[in-house]
C-alpha cells in the first residue's frame, strides 16, 4: 500500500508525546524514586526473585526484537510516531497487536523483581493503563483511518494483548 490512507488522503501520524521508551525510563525512575524514598521490604532479592526478573526481561528483549524484526521487514517505520507504510500482521504481529508495549510490562516486572524493588511491579498495571489509554488508542484510531477495513479486520482477529 501507498503513503496515502484507504479513502486517499495523506494521513498524519498519530502524534504520540512523549515517546513510548520515555514513558517506559519514566515509569521506571518513579518506581526507583519510590523505592528510594519509601520504600517497600528492603534487602537483597531472593536468588529466585533474581532469576524470574532476568527470565522476564529477557522474554521483554526477545518481544521487542520480534516486533522490530517484523517491521523492518515490512519496511515501515517502528518509531512510534512515525507514518505507517504497512499493516504488519506477521510474525509476533499474528498473537498480539502490541508487542512492543507487552515487552515493556515484562520488562518493568522483571527488574522490580530482579532487583527487589515492588514499587516497580506495583506501577506496572499503571504503565499497562497509561500505554493503553494514551498511546495505544490513539496509534489505532491512526492505523483505522490509514488502513481502513484492513485494520478494523485485524484487529477483530487479533488481541491487544496475548
Known sequence: MSGQDHKGQEPVNPRIVPLPPVVLLLFLAAGYGLQR???LG???PAIESV???NALMVIAFVIAVLGAR???KARTTIHPGGSASALVTSGI???TRNPMYLSFLFFIIGLGLAIANPWMILLA???LLYVQERIIKREEGYLTQRFGPEFVDY????RRWF
Not at 155 to 158: F, S
Open 42 to 44: 528492603g534487602g537483597e
Open 51 to 53: 532469576i524470574a526478573g
Open 93 to 95: 504481529y499474528r498473537r
Open 70 to 72: 517484523e517491521m523492518l
Open 37 to 39: 524514598f519509601l520504600p
Open 125 to 127: 498495571p499503571l504503565l
Open 155 to 158: 484487529r477483530k482477529k487479533v
